[in-house]
């Protein structure tokens, strides 16, 4: 069994900063891409961005120069500091992995996390 636990959400005024932490925990063999989507109020989920393995990024154009993912592969955690925050940042933030088990390791299967929620008032 694999899981993903997120933190670092809250409240936030616009302009202000945040770092969102996801750990992956469980019988990991490795560990391949991993990323942020987030997800407003009415609207469809949106992906933020991603990191390989080899650390190479991609992020979607409404958070490039201001968000940037990175992770710790020793600790199995992904991050996403996001500076310059707007209230167009409101939503709930969900990481992922694409996630090999010991018992299992060819395959990469998806995992998600809970999602947190990061509000930014104007």
């Known amino acids: 069994q694999v899981q993903l636990v997120e933190s670092g959400g809250g409240l936030v005024q616009a302009g202000g900063s945040l770092r969102l932490s996801c750990v992956a925990s469980g019988s990991i063999f490795s560990i391949n891409a991993m990323g942020w989507y987030r997800q407003a109020p009415g609207k469809q989920r949106e992906l933020v961005g991603t990191?390989?393995?080899?650390?190479?990024?991609n992020y979607a154009d409404s958070v490039k120069g201001r968000f940037t993912i990175s992770r710790d592969n020793a600790k199995n955690t992904v991050y996403l500091r996001m500076n310059s925050l707007k209230p167009e940042d409101t939503a709930v933030y969900y990481c992922f992995a694409f996630i090999a088990m010991v018992d299992n390791t060819r395959v990469f299967y998806t995992y998600w996390g809970q999602g947190t929620q990061v509000s930014v008032s104007s």
């Open positions: 990191i390989t393995s080899g650390d190479s990024t």
